[in-house]
């Protein structure tokens, strides 16, 4: 249930509708100031519209880049940042398109930086997709309004993402425009591979090659899992019944492998090297998807990366990922 609400004056604005539920839209028409936005670590308050935007935790920067505004400070890249200059590559090119030089990259390797966020002296913070805990959200919050996440850790998808750090900039309207945009080509790529609908898909988080005794997978709760159904993808019940409340990530014994028999693809962070020891393994092995070689294996490069979607990465790898995806629904049937 989404928990977001603004508080408005009726005289500035024209119309409102509150999203209710994930499948319904939020649409503002002539936001007016103080905005307040509730969400699982508390209740924000916006004075006054948000001159100088900074961001914490992964891909939350890409809203406000999306929508033409260069924030004061972002996380640096920690994963897929191939030339190690602390930006993925669709974040690099949309910096090149707005004619803007790098801004303030927060070493996150450790935790939030937060002197490092509040050298920055931000008009707002946008966290909502995040791992936030309560007492990062209470640190952060002396420095400027935060916005967080609305239910779990790690759980917001691109389209709440876009809600909800648009609408803590005060471009609500300009949010839900993106989110059209995007739903369009998203649309267009899938149209052109119809193997892939009504196929069941299951994110393997990561396996070892050296100990295949336990299967760690990602739940219906996670991102990249909700990202297969805007592909036309489904989830299987094996992986709908196991995944609990709040959790993004799960695991079984491998000795329970036959409960994953209505799996039709595999999608799998690796390497080849990963795919040989699975296809040996004589309990992995007799999973129908592996055994058919239906498998899409994703390394730390680009479209590794946008697996987890964002609103800049979705258009980056769009149509390379459901390449992937629909070879390996080919070898599915």
Not at 112 to 125: G, L, M, N
Not at 158 to 184: D, T, V
Request: charged fraction near 20%; include cysteine; charge should be negative.
């Amino acid at each position: 249930m989404w928990r977001l609400m603004f508080a408005v004056s009726k005289a500035a604005v024209l119309c409102m509708w509150i999203a209710v539920s994930a499948g319904n839209a939020l649409a503002v028409e002539g936001t007016t100031y103080p905005i307040t936005i509730k969400h699982a670590l508390g209740t924000t308050v916006i004075a006054k519209k948000p001159e100088r935007i900074a961001t914490v935790a992964w891909a939350n920067h890409e809203v406000p880049l999306a929508l033409g505004v260069v924030p004061v400070g972002f996380a640096k890249a920690n994963f897929g940042d191939d030339d190690g200059d602390g930006l993925l590559p669709w974040v690099a090119q949309r910096l090149k398109e707005l004619h803007a030089n790098k801004p303030v990259l927060f070493d996150e390797g450790d935790g939030i930086d937060f002197e490092a966020v509040a050298a920055t002296r931000p008009d707002v913070i946008l966290a909502s997709y995040s791992g936030l805990s309560q007492a990062d959200y209470d640190t952060l919050s002396q420095i400027a309004p935060v916005v967080a996440y609305p239910e779990a850790v790690w759980s917001t998808d691109w389209r709440e993402m876009i809600r909800l750090n648009s609408a803590g900039m005060g471009m609500a309207a300009e949010g839900e425009a993106l989110i059209r945009k995007i739903e369009a080509e998203i649309a267009e790529t899938v149209s052109t591979h119809p193997e892939i609908r009504g196929r069941k898909a299951m994110f393997v988080t990561h396996l070892n090659p050296l100990d295949l005794s336990t299967i760690n997978f990602y739940t219906t709760n996670d991102t990249r899992v909700k990202f297969f159904k805007d592909l036309g993808l489904e989830s299987p019940k094996s992986v709908v019944d196991v995944s609990q409340p709040g959790k993004f990530s799960g695991s079984v014994s491998a000795e329970r492998i036959d409960m994953f028999d209505d799996v039709d693809l595999v999608v799998a962070y690796g390497n080849m090297k990963l795919v040989s020891a699975v296809t040996a393994n004589l309990l992995m092995s007799k999973m129908p998807a592996i055994e058919k070689g239906a498998l899409v294996i994703l390394g730390g490069n680009s479209v590794g990366t946008a697996a987890n979607p964002t609103p800049l990465s979705i258009s980056w790898v769009l149509k390379d990922y459901v390449a992937l995806l629909a070879e390996a629904a080919r070898k599915s049937k």
